[in-house]
């Protein structure tokens, strides 16, 4: 992978560049669409490629072990060849997981034990086993086991976590630089930040991933209940330290003033479920606001749901149609929503390229953040 910086805006630490795969070539800043289960749910191949524009997707290690399993996706020749989605692909380590399924997990030195959501089954990850898991997907860029405490979190834990997963970071390393990808293309690891919410942690941490002279960098670790600030402050003290020169992804964020905000920070790539998710309880972001499509507003308000047409559906879907399907659950109101929020994220962090680029994000910025809070 190789990690090309374009442009720097004047006044604030936005980037453009270009991150380039085997897959294909990524321009940053960039939202990834969550495709868990090898699927972005409610959406087709074509879309996400031709309305959506995704450049690249995010899979889940946890979720693509149980189903379909190793033995599958090994058959088929990989993740790309299994979904149809031939531009890159980027897979979570399941550390996610590990805060996620707190209930049902014992964290020890050697790995995560915890069982199965679906049907119970003990699992064991090691970040031995993470790499071969992750090697055996086949997906581009490959994250390291980590564990993502919750929040709050006491200073203590915040700190042993931290460097447990640092020494998870060592092993991982050292199992991945020992083994070769299976399906003829390179993969790359990215190495996460830790440290809850305290800024000497988050110092220590990222000054240990960046020592790691990785191809690129991940923060983890935010966006799980933190005020926005916390979250923000926490970003600018890690991006300080993180290289340049190498792409920086905050994993998990966010809104879409989260994302302009870390744009300004320095972040290049971002993930969330929010789009499809709120899209599916009929929540739509728009360049002018947040629209509640169940209000009753909407029922017969005929006008596009964007009227800056920031995505496809604006050409043949009205609000009032829109919120039609999603009153009468209608799987294709879960769709259209679906591919309206993913292509309005893609459309917004391609705006702030354009804008970075132009050397006026920082006043774009400003303008749009005071929009896309507002429910409309």
């Given amino acids: 992978m190789k990690f090309k910086l374009e442009a720097t805006d004047p006044k604030s630490n936005a980037r453009a560049g270009l991150v380039t795969t085997d897959h294909g ?4 800043p960039i939202f990834m669409p969550v495709g868990t289960a090898a699927a972005v749910k409610a959406v087709h191949k074509h879309e996400l490629i031709e309305d959506i524009k995704a450049q690249i997707i995010l899979g889940n290690t946890y979720h693509l072990y149980l189903r379909p399993g190793l033995d599958i996706l090994e058959k088929a020749g990989g993740l790309h060849s299994f979904n149809g989605f031939t531009r890159p692909q980027l897979t979570d380590s399941g550390g996610y997981q590990v805060y996620s399924l707190a209930d049902s997990r014992k964290i020890s030195e050697s790995g995560v034990s915890f069982k199965s959501h679906i049907d119970g089954m003990k699992l064991f990850f090691t970040p031995e086993r993470v790499m071969d898991i992750q090697r055996t997907i086949g997906a581009d860029i490959i994250m390291a086991f980590d564990e993502c405490t919750p929040y709050p979190c006491d200073y203590e834990y915040a700190k042993n976590s931290m460097e447990r997963t ?7 390393c050292e199992r991945f630089d020992g083994t070769d990808a299976k399906y003829g293309y390179d993969q790359t690891l990215f190495p996460i930040v830790q440290g809850s919410t305290y800024t000497d942690l988050r110092k220590q941490s990222a000054e240990f991933i960046a020592s790691q002279n990785r191809e690129g960098n991940a923060i983890g670790g935010l966006s799980v209940g933190e005020p926005a600030e916390e979250m923000y402050a926490m970003t600018d003290v890690v991006t300080a330290i993180l290289p340049k020169d190498k792409p920086r992804y905050l994993m998990g964020v966010g809104t879409p003033v989260n ?3 870390n744009i300004a920070l320095g972040i290049d790539m971002f993930d969330c479920v929010m789009p499809t998710r709120n899209a599916r309880n009929g929540m739509l972001f ?3 606001g947040i629209i509640n499509i169940r209000n009753a507003k909407w029922q017969d308000d005929f006008s596009p749901i964007d009227p800056n047409g920031t995505s496809y559906v604006d050409s043949g879907y009205s609000k009032a149609y829109l919120r039609h ?3 009468s659950k209608e799987i294709l109101g879960a769709q259209i929503a679906s591919i309206h929020n993913l292509a309005f ?3 917004l962090v391609g705006e702030a390229r354009k804008h970075i680029i132009a050397g006026d994000f920082a006043s774009w910025k400003n303008t749009m953040v005071k929009k896309l809070d507002y429910r409309l």
């Fill in 25 to 28: 070539t990524i321009e940053t």
């Fill in 166 to 172: 640092h020494r998870w970071l060592k092993r991982c």
């Fill in 259 to 261: 994302i302009l905000e």
């Fill in 286 to 288: 728009t360049s002018e």
């Fill in 325 to 327: 399907l999603i009153i």
């Fill in 345 to 347: 994220y893609l459309w």
